[in-house]
């Protein structure tokens, strides 16, 4: 099936839900509200029609203005391929968890929620996964300024080469 | 022995010593000249092989620097870690600790004194000479059990207890596998044993009977298995446990169970060879009784030498079974089957109590047969492999 | 009757572990030698990549790919390659994608041959080890002739490859797979058909085809599960239509349907349909040139795309988030190696201590791809 | 199949494949190591036996350095400093400084590609090991020294021609590929990305 005819499937659905269907290249997409994303979700994983069995990739962006939850979905008896995503103010960014619905979302949420900051409501296990427990900030985000020192050790190496030219940097 | 502390008595060299004493000095002596003049190098030159062998069956080199060909590799070796720090671990059980790697070598240095390695050079020709061999290897089990539980170490502690699990496990196929030998000959003296077979293979006990066939082949299976060899290194694995109950060991305690482990491949090799490869046998060329203890004594070590390497080869070929197989092989295949040894045996001496030399040679034969085979495969991959691929020329 | 008092051993196993496939860490909690369960910590081999990909550019980040997987490091140049054509839909030039074919797939040899002999070692058999290591080395030899390093490659740019195939390397590369069917022949009677290795790895870790997709397992470890899935064949991408290879399948031969050794008979399986795929390529191959023309202030339109590709340790996704300016807005690479340890947890669950160590070198991950 | 038979199959099993494995493994015996020696057991310099694609360790001809700053640029981990001045009267280039921190240096190549004459290029030396960071930092200018001009013609100064010689055939192989072995037509429209690029910017300075 191809993304636009899924896409309106899911709008006929949850009419009131579906904020935007872009038919962006090459990857078309659609936003959904992010109170629905769970029933979304389940929907999208149940339907004989759609049976999109697999979160391929659960990602994080950071747009400055809003935080982007991009959900990759694919179907292996179906062959086709879906891409969700969900819009979050940037002040404490909170969407529930799909790991009910697809169990990989378990690892990829938490490693959003490592490196962006969004809290995945109802996730079993939200730790960091990649960075320290005690690491300061969320580190994909556009205003992350990385301290210098971490517990004493210094994150930053002073070039050993002295610029001669003082027009440059 | 007992004629050697008489002549040195009757010489006086130690003046009015009580001879009990001159016996001790006389037998601490020898036994200090035998265990660091023969079996400890040994040891040694052993790791050397093992990696050199290691090396050659895995397409590398192994170590060739020191001395010609990297000889002299496991002196370097034993200075490095006799120079290393004696690291005790601070939680550790202390005394436990540091006395395990001298019971492993305990274990490792009693059998020697009923090593047969001719018909006159034997220390002591007990009448249990087999039984004793079998039972002092054993010990090994204290030691490992003592350093896996002192070290204080989870990894160490698991070793420790798969040892235990896996020595004492494997004690049963190997007594049991000692016992046709045993009806065969009627005597548990290693020399008894040597003396009732033949210089000839088809007069060995490998080839007496189907089932003394299979008795050796078990005996040795589980004498690696004794021996904490590959396929059974399970208490040292070093992919699962690090290095299982030698984890917290270093310098001279660490080398101490290495070199009783290499050690004991000439012990697993010397069992084999005295109740099955006919020991010291060698046909009656010389009627001197020197030449003749010399030619036994290099037909002994020959055939140790060559289990030895087989247990290398071994060692480079198969990997290691888990625990629950571990225990599973020796309890539902090693046990029944040297049981049914034991009764085919029990029943073959009842029809032919003197042996039957046809057996012998059909044995033989078939042997051979199976060496042929085994020798095609290997020329069949040898043919098919194109090694002398480089693709840097000057390489 | 007093029941004696037991308690469960938590076992910390890495991440200085002899066979944690690099720096790994597992919380085991065990029962003697039955562990109840095993928590795997990663992110000590963390490194930043998607941010870095923020700061350097579309042509710098190039090499930076070679690091997210370095064991296979043609698969990510190569996602990172195509994620940015379709960015800026570039179309490479013909025999630009048969070299990548070829390169790739050369990677895929060598990829494979370390997950089969580090699976090997795991279990204790040392000699399959370095033999696959030998035959890693000729191909690494191969490569090097080919773009000049031996692990981080730096082989592919956007719009192609760099270097053109070098003078001679086809008869050499081809010299290559006859030398290395027999070898691996030779390898399977060594240790794939042993009897003890059968047993250590079958009926370990069996993961049902449902599980696999649900945890969205992918490669060698989602085919072990019996599910004839490969993007090469399914969605392909690059050249992979032109050429005619089978998919092989886990297929329960030697226990459950998913097991550790249908993992890992797939592998050693993949490594003949390489070698099939590598004989068609370098047979095929067109002339003409092998890098399309692509502006060095690369700036390819605001927008979004993903890639699959098929690593050797399956497929690998890249998510480009592209804002019009000559640095990528956001990079995310979803790894094989990072959902297969994801059902790790679960797996272990029963298991013994020694068999852990078989579970994670079937699933074969490999503790940068996990942490990037 | 009967347990029994299982069993009687296990054993059997098991001995076929262990006499197998240890027939490969035996015959590795009469086989050649495939190792070598590190360094001192082949009869040529590890570094001579190297291909000629080999990234190692960064060298500057300074003697046909344009001064084009491409390098500089392309480098994603700016290990590459340079210093140019241009005399507004006489119109020279004049390079100060050409430092690149080995340390920081991950051998992509990408610096290489760009670079007109093929004067920043790889080396087959990889021993680079010393005792202070400082003594890492490659310095190629000790004195200020003038740019190289590319010549319409072929270079016919008999001390830079045999370097620029080295240094185009190094740029030939990176940008074409080696000789197309069957027949291929190697393009010159797919030099280096955007080579156009670079000599705009060389012209600019």
Partial sequence: MEAARIYQRIKDRFGEHVLEISDHQPDPFIVIDPASIEEVGSFMRSDPELALDCLSNESGVDYKDRIEVVYHLFSYSKRHGAVLKVKLPRENPTVATLENIWKSANWMEREIFDLLGVIFEGHSDLRRILMPEDWPGFPLRKDFVEPTEYHGISTVRESPIIRLDPKKK | ?395 | ?372 | ?205
Avoid at chain 3, 249 to 274: H, T
Avoid at chain 4, 94 to 100: A, H, L
Wanted: with cysteine; glycine share 8%; aromatic share 10%.
């Fill in chain 3, 1 to 372: 009757m007093s029941t004696l008092r037991t308690e469960e051993m938590t076992l910390n196993m890495g991440p200085q572990h002899p066979s944690t496939h690099g720096v790994l860490r597992f919380i085991v909690r065990a029962d003697g030698e039955v562990m109840r369960e095993a928590i795997p910590d990663v992110g000590y081999l963390h490194r930043s990549i998607e941010k870095i990909a923020e700061k350097v550019g579309y042509h710098g980040f190039m090499p930076y790919t070679d690091r997210v997987d370095y064991v296979c490091a043609m698969f990510t140049n190569q996602g990172w390659g195509m994620a940015s054509e379709k960015l800026a839909n570039i179309q490479v030039p013909k025999r630009g994608e048969y070299c990548r074919a070829i390169a790739t797939e050369f990677n895929r040899l060598a990829s494979h041959l370390l997950s089969v002999g580090t699976m090997g070692m795991d279990i204790g058999a040392m000699t399959p080890f370095t033999h696959a290591i030998r035959e890693r080395e000729m191909i690494n030899d191969l490569i090097e002739e080919l773009c000049g390093a031996r692990l981080t490659f730096n082989y592919m740019r956007i719009g192609g490859v760099a270097w053109d195939l070098p003078p001679g390397w086809r008869e050499k590369a081809l010299a290559y797979l006859d030398h290395f069917e027999p070898i691996l022949d030779e390898y399977n009677a060594l240790i794939s058909y042993n009897k003890i290795y059968i047993e250590r790895l079958a009926n370990v870790g069996i993961i049902s085809a449902d599980e696999a997709v649900n945890y969205n397992l992918v490669g060698p470890n989602l085919r072990g599960s019996g599910i004839k899935w490969d993007i090469r064949k399914d969605l392909p991408y690059s050249v992979y239509s032109e050429f005619d290879f089978d998919v092989p399948v886990g297929k329960g031969e030697w226990g459950k349907l998913g097991d550790a050794m249908d993992r890992y008979m797939v592998r050693i399986r993949e490594l003949k349909e390489s070698v099939k795929i590598l004989r068609q390529a370098l047979k095929q191959i067109p002339a003409g040139p092998v890098l399309a023309k692509v502006p060095r202030n690369f700036k390819p339109p605001a927008g979004e795309c993903q890639i699959r590709v098929e690593s050797a340790r399956g497929d690998m996704g890249w998510y480009a988030v592209s804002d019009g300016t000559g640095y990528p807005w956001r990079v995310h690479v979803r790894t094989g190696s990072f959902a297969a340890m994801g059902i790790i947890q679960k797996l272990s669950q029963g298991l013994m201590i020694a068999d852990l160590v078989t579970l994670i070198a079937s699933l074969d991950v490999i503790a940068p791809e996990i942490d990037r």
């Fill in chain 4, 1 to 205: 199949m009967g347990a029994v038979a299982e069993y009687f199959d296990n054993i059997k099993n098991t001995v076929t494949t262990i006499f197998e494995g240890m027939a490969v493994t035996a015959s590795h015996f009469m086989r050649k190591p495939y190792t070598v020696q590190y360094p001192d057991r082949i009869p040529v310099r590890v570094q001579d036996t190297l291909p000629y694609r080999y990234r190692g360790i960064l060298n500057v001809d300074l003697e046909i350095c344009t001064g084009c700053l491409a390098c500089e640029r392309a480098c994603p981990i700016d290990c590459i400093v340079i210093a140019c001045e241009k005399d507004q009267k006489t119109k020279i280039l004049t390079i100060s400084q050409f430092d690149i921190d080995i340390i920081k240096c991950m051998y992509c190549g990408l610096c290489s590609e760009p670079c007109p004459t093929g004067a920043i290029h790889h080396t087959s030396e990889f021993e680079g090991a010393d005792f202070s960071t400082e003594s890492m930092i490659r310095r190629f200018v000790t004195d200020p020294i003038d740019a190289y001009k590319p010549k319409k013609g072929p270079e016919t100064d008999e001390r830079i021609a045999p370097i620029l010689n080295r240094g185009m055939r190094y740029v030939n192989e990176f940008a074409q590929g080696g000789e197309a072995w069957n027949g291929g037509v190697v393009d010159d429209g797919a030099a280096a990305p955007g080579a156009d690029d670079e000599e705009e910017a060389a012209a600019k300075q």
């Fill in chain 2, 1 to 395: 022995m007992q004629e050697l502390i008489n002549n040195i008595v009757a010489a006086g060299t130690f003046g009015k010593m009580p001879e009990t004493l001159v016996a001790a000095i006389v037998i601490i002596v020898l036994s200090a000249v035998v265990f660091l003049g023969i079996a400890f190098p040994f040891a040694g030159i052993v790791s050397w092989v093992e990696r050199r062998v290691w090396a050659r069956i895995q397409s590398r080199v192994g170590p060739n620097r020191v001395g010609p060909n990297g000889f002299l590799q496991w002196l370097a070796d034993g200075v490095k870690h006799v120079c290393k720090e004696d690291v005790i671990p601070t939680d550790s059980d202390h005394q436990l600790f540091k006395i395990a790697p001298y019971l492993v070598v305990l274990a490792f240095v009693l059998p020697w004194a009923v090593m047969p390695f001719s018909s006159s050079l034997i220390l002591a020709d007990m009448n249990v000479g087999i039984l004793y061999m079998t039972s002092v290897t054993a010990i090994t089990v204290v030691g490992v059990l003592m350093a896996g539980w002192a070290s204080n170490d989870k990894w160490s502690l698991i070793g420790g207890i798969r040892s235990a699990a896996q020595i004492v496990s494997y004690e049963i196929p190997a007594g049991l596998s000692i016992f046709p030998v045993v009806l065969m000959t009627g005597t548990l003296s290693m020399q008894g044993i040597i003396r009732a077979q033949g210089w000839a293979p088809q007069h060995w006990f490998l080839f007496a009977n189907p089932f003394t066939f299979v008795a050796a082949n078990i005996l040795y299976v589980s004498a690696l298995a004794e021996g904490n060899r590959t396929p059974f290194d399970l208490p040292e694995a070093e992919s699962e446990l690090v290095a299982g109950f030698a984890t917290e060991y270093s310098g001279m305690r660490y080398l101490f169970f290495f070199m009783a482990e290499w050690g004991n491949l000439f012990i697993i090799g010397a069992i084999i060879t005295t109740l099955f490869l006919g020991g010291w046998q060698f046909p009656q060329v010389s009627n001197n009784a020197v030449v003749m203890n010399i030619l036994q004594l290099i037909t002994f070590n020959v055939k140790v030498l060559f289990l030895v390497f087989v247990s290398m080869w071994i060692r480079g070929t198969l990997p290691r079974v888990r625990i629950d197989q571990l225990m599973s092989l020796c309890w539902k295949y090693f046990v029944p089957i040297s049981f049914v040894n034991m009764i085919g045996t029990a029943i073959w001496v009842a029809i032919w109590p003197e042996g039957n030399s046809v057996a012998g040679y059909i044995m033989f034969a078939l042997g051979i047969v199976l060496a042929v085979i085994f020798i095609q495969r290997v020329m069949y991959y040898l043919r098919r492999s194109r090694m002398e691929l480089y693709f840097r020329p000057t390489i």
